[in-house]
């Protein structure tokens, strides 16, 4: 099967991060269409297409450099009157992270640095204006077909972008989960309306324990089935992934390798989720396209920047691979 090009959509972002030690670090590039597009492009062969909306304040060199490692960058376009999206972290001793950072770890740091630190996530209408539309996707798909992933998104965004691309003729759509506090507070209904549009689909626990805390995995998955997904690939951190096919009925557990001391899990779950769309889109079963995303996210976890993700040697990559197949159970 020849290999198809990914087109990754959500966020190119501007990140600041508290880190464990009280240390911070801004002005980092970010945002879920970046982080995946890296998993697509980490993969022999990957085509990422990254699909975003970028403010007057995303430096140019950025754009550059995003493009020299591989990414297909003319389809993030530029509001010169807007600013880009801003998201903040801060990461406690246990390796577990907040999202915003929290006022109280903010008020803490220098004044001149806590401006950057003005997280834009809880602002809809700048979360909206950051990410592309249903129009100029729905003909992008209509022209060129093609297999996309969607990013975490705000529900009306995801559930317009996921019936945008099929009445496009989009020819496989995959996507995260939709905004978790949206589904906490308004509850499931939205997937209840747009899973059975998907082709897979690859929440995370950190998602589905905010809007289904303490929920077994495997009955989660079965419910998401029941809600119309044929796929689930459920991203389970430190536990791996759990791996389920409707139409057959089986299920695996997919292990991940022990993260290294100085992990930084920002972007892991997107660079999965890439990985796994091509994978999976060039011909690889689903076990194995779960099998090569694990790796691909446990690579993730040394880096701190999207730009920083590198091909691993291939001996490095089967070694991994190896490993994680080796620990797979079936369910």
């Known amino acids: 099967m ?117 997280d834009s996530t809880r602002d809809p209408a700048r979360t909206l204006a950051s990410l592309p539309d249903a129009a100029m996707l729905e003909a992008i798909a209509r022209a060129r077909g093609g297999s996309w992933h969607l990013g975490l998104l705000p529900g009306t965004r995801f559930a317009d972008l996921t019936s945008a691309l099929r009445r496009g003729g989009a020819d496989y759509v995959q996507a995260d989960c939709p905004a978790r506090a949206e589904l906490a507070r308004e509850g499931e209904g939205l997937l209840e309306e747009h899973l059975g549009a998907l082709d897979v689909f690859l929440p995370s626990t950190s998602d589905t324990d905010v809007f289904a805390p303490g929920e077994d995995h495997r009955d989660l998955v079965r419910r998401f089935h029941d809600y119309g997904a044929p796929v689930v690939v459920l991203k389970r951190g430190e536990l791996g992934a759990l791996v389920s096919d409707r139409a057959s009925g089986r299920m695996w557990s997919v292990p991940a390798l022990p993260a290294p001391a100085d992990a930084d899990a920002t972007g892991a779950g997107d660079v999965f989720c890439g990985s796994f769309a091509h994978a999976y889109r060039s011909g690889r079963t689903l076990l194995e396209a779960a099998i090569e995303a694990s790796a691909a996210a446990h690579a993730a976890l040394a880096s701190s920047s999207p730009l920083d993700l590198h091909r691993p040697q291939t001996s490095d990559r089967r070694s991994t691979v190896a490993a994680i197949a080796e620990g797979v159970t079936p369910l």
């Open 2 to 118: 020849p290999i198809a090009a990914i087109h990754t959509v959500g966020g190119f972002t501007i990140d600041a991060i508290i880190h464990a030690d009280g240390s911070w670090s801004t002005g980092r590039l970010g945002g879920n269409a970046l982080w995946a597009s890296m998993g697509v492009a980490l993969q022999d062969g990957g085509r990422p297409v990254a699909h975003a909306v970028v403010g007057g304040d995303y430096p140019d060199s950025a754009i550059d450099r995003i493009a020299a490692r591989g990414v297909d960058v003319a389809d993030v376009h530029r509001h010169p009157d807007v600013r880009t999206a801003r998201v903040t972290f801060a990461y406690r001793e246990d390796g577990s992270r907040t999202q915003p950072a929290p006022r109280e770890a903010v008020a803490v740091l220098p004044e001149d640095v806590q401006a950057q630190f003005a």
